[in-house]
C-alpha cells in the first residue's frame, strides 16, 4: 500500500469518526431531552401517588367519622323510641287513674320524656348534619383520590417506555410513550382541579 492509498484510508476513517460524532450528538440530544420529560413525568408520578394517598386518607377517616356519628344518631333514635312507647304507656295508665297525686306524677314524667324525646330530635338533626358533612368531604376526597391514582398508572406506564427507548435508543417509542404521559399529566391537573 502506497502512501496516497494509506492518506485515503485516513481521510476516509476520519471522516466516518466525524460523521459518527455527528449522529452521536444528534442521538445525545434527542436523549437529553428523554431524560428530561421521563424526569419530570416521575415528578408528577410520585407528586400523584403522594396526593392520591393523602385524599385516600382523607376519604377513610371521614368515613370513619361519619359512621361513628351515625351509630350515635341510632342509638338516640332507639333511646328516642324507648321514651315515645314509655309515653304511650304512661297515656294509657292515665286513662284509669283518677285525678290526684298519682295522675300528676305520671304528667310530670310524660312532660319529662316529651322533652327529651324534643332534644334526641335536635341531637340527631345536629348528627345527621354534621355525618352528610363527613361523607361530602369523602365523596370529594374519593374523586381526587380516583384522579390521582388514575394518574399514577398512565405516568407509570409513560415512564417505563420512556426508559425501553432509552435502553434500545428509539426515538419513535419516546414519541409513543409521551402519550400515556400527557394522559397522565390531564389527569394529575384533574386531581387537583376536578373539571372531569
Not at 485515503?8 to 460524532?21: F, G, M, T, Y
Not at 341510632?74 to 292515665?94: A, H, R, V, W
Not at 316529651?114 to 345536629?126: G, R, V
Request: proline share 1%; glycine share 6%; with cysteine.
Amino acid at each position: 500500500m502506497n502512501e496516497q492509498e494509506k492518506a485515503q484510508i485516513h481521510e476516509e476513517v476520519k471522516a466516518d469518526i466525524l460523521e459518527r460524532e455527528k449522529a452521536d450528538k444528534k442521538k445525545d440530544k434527542w436523549l437529553n431531552y428523554l431524560s428530561i420529560s421521563t424526569i419530570l413525568i416521575a415528578l408528577c408520578a410520585t407528586l400523584s401517588s403522594y396526593n392520591g394517598g393523602n385524599a385516600g386518607g382523607k376519604s377513610t377517616m371521614s368515613q370513619i367519622k361519619a359512621s361513628d356519628l351515625w351509630a350515635q344518631y341510632q342509638s338516640k333514635s332507639i333511646k328516642q323510641y324507648l321514651y315515645e312507647i314509655q309515653i304511650d304507656n304512661l297515656n294509657t295508665s292515665l286513662l284509669t287513674i283518677p285525678a290526684g297525686a298519682a295522675y300528676d306524677s305520671i304528667k310530670k314524667h310524660i312532660n319529662g320524656y316529651s322533652e327529651n324525646i324534643a332534644k334526641y330530635k335536635t341531637d340527631k338533626e345536629e348528627i345527621s348534619k354534621n355525618a352528610k358533612q363527613l361523607e361530602a368531604i369523602r365523596d370529594e376526597s374519593s374523586k381526587h383520590g380516583g384522579a390521582f391514582g388514575l394518574a399514577v398508572l398512565f405516568l407509570e406506564i409513560s415512564i417505563l417506555l420512556s426508559s425501553i427507548a432509552a435502553l434500545i435508543k428509539k426515538k419513535l417509542l419516546w414519541y409513543i410513550s409521551m402519550l400515556p404521559g400527557l394522559v397522565g399529566i390531564i389527569y394529575f391537573i384533574n386531581g387537583f382541579l376536578l373539571f372531569f
